[in-house]
């Protein structure tokens, strides 16, 4: 079967199931998992799915794609920006966590780190960092949202505000060309934002799937962030706009997942 017969046939499937996976395309259009794998990773350049661990999913344009399938996606990727943000931040130290699978991450790497107060919005980072005694965890309260652990609203900022931040660390579901940082959830905006207002130093942690996806509401733009750690080069116009904004860039480079 000829890749111009396979793509549309991988692509009705993925409407029908909402996601695909390699091993069942391989058997059900008789080709070899390497052959799909190039299929999936074609489809993903021209952005008609996004890969995720095992296969691909419909890429996200309102809605968010569902938690499990964003920890699964990129994890060796969000494993090594983590590590990179961790080695940025010193001991003796208050920094801000808020929602997202690369900050979940990043919390697993400053399980050795001494003497934090971490603030976090994310209850899954909150109980990671339960395993490391030398680390003071609040979490701030909110509306939480079941599906992510996060919390939000008027009662997430107004927390925020009581404290003053040596850094501020977030993430986002999405990155225009322009360098715009976006996200789904008004609240979980209004949270975004008051993180940075708060903060000294501001670290965004993004992988480059982001700059393949759209989402609706404006958190800021990389011109507010003095660290931005992501996997992957950023296109030429946009590196040149960091640089005259003076956002650092830290890219940190895995081999490409093979599933």
């Known amino acids: 079967m000829s890749q111009t017969i ?57 809605v968010n794609i569902a938690y499990e399938e964003r920890r699964r996606l990129n994890s060796e990727s969000k494993t090594a920006m983590a590590k990179a943000c961790a080695a940025m931040i010193p001991e003796d130290c208050a920094i801000f966590l808020n929602i997202g699978t690369s900050t979940e991450a990043l919390a697993t790497e400053l399980l050795h780190h001494r003497n934090l107060l971490v603030v976090t919005n ?16 609040i979490v701030t309260g909110g509306t939480l949202r079941q ?39 008004l609240r979980e905006v209004g949270v975004s934002q008051t993180i ?26 990389l011109a507010d962030i003095d660290v931005f750690f992501t996997d992957a080069p950023l296109p030429p116009a946009l590196k040149d706009a960091c640089t005259r904004w003076h956002t650092d860039i830290d890219v940190s480079t895995v081999a490409p997942d093979q599933a």
């Open 147 to 185: 599906s992510d652990g996060g919390l939000t609203g008027d009662i997430t900022t107004d927390v925020i505000r009581k404290f003053k931040f040596d850094i501020g660390i977030i993430g986002c579901s999405a990155i225009d060309p322009d360098g715009d940082i976006l996200d789904f959830d």
């Open 122 to 137: 994310n209850m899954n980072v909150a109980n990671i960092l339960t395993h490391n005694p030398d680390c003071e965890v």
């Open 196 to 221: 940075l207002n708060q903060s000294r130093r501001k670290m965004l942690i993004a992988d480059h799937t982001k700059f393949k996806r759209k989402a609706p509401a404006r958190i800021g733009s």
């Open 6 to 62: 396979r793509h549309p046939e991988i692509l009705d499937i993925a409407r029908r199931d909402g996601k695909v996976t390699v091993e069942y395309l391989a058997e059900h259009l008789g080709v070899t998992l390497q052959t799909i794998r190039r299929d999936l990773s074609d489809l993903a350049d021209a952005g008609k799915l996004e890969r995720v661990h095992g296969g691909a999913v419909l890429p996200s344009g309102t």
